[in-house]
Nanobody
Framework: QVELVESGGGLVQAGGSLRLACTAS????????MGWFRQAPGKEREFCAAISRGGASTLYGDSVKGRFTISRDNAKNMVYLQMNSLKPEDTAVYYCNQVNSILARHPQPLLQWGQGTQVTVSS
């Protein structure tokens, strides 16, 4: 069974930065399109970013575009989310997952969700 483990969350002030990390146990990681999602209390999970298997192509949700950067290290089975210019509305639990397509307007998760990592942005 593939496991997804997120880390790097924390409490930051508005305008600050965090880098989230996700490790996946799949042996085919380098062939998998990966993405980040987030879920705030009382809200539905929303798509944040996705990256192609080679890392050359990326996709971002409108709410994070220009502020977040997704990257990956296939040698380490890791995907990252660099979050800059954080806003209080970015407060959420962030999850990584394999996604079906980077071309989709709403990329769909393919694996069982991990525990996520909490990001809290104070005003």
């Amino acid at each position: 069974q593939v496991e997804l483990v997120e880390s790097g969350g924390g409490l930051v002030q508005a305008g600050g930065s965090l880098r989230l990390a996700c490790t996946a146990s799949t042996r085919t990681f380098s062939s998998d399109t990966m993405g980040w999602f987030r879920q705030a209390p009382g809200k539905e999970r929303e798509f944040c970013a996705a990256i192609s298997r080679g890392g050359a192509s990326t996709l971002y949700g409108d709410s994070v575009k220009g502020r977040f950067t997704i990257s990956r290290d296939n040698a380490k089975n890791m995907v990252y989310l660099q979050m800059n210019s954080l806003k209080p509305e970015d407060t959420a639990v962030y999850y990584c997952n394999q996604v079906n397509s980077i071309l989709a307007r709403h990329p769909q998760p393919l694996l069982q969700w991990g525990q996520g990592t909490q990001v809290t942005v104070s005003s």
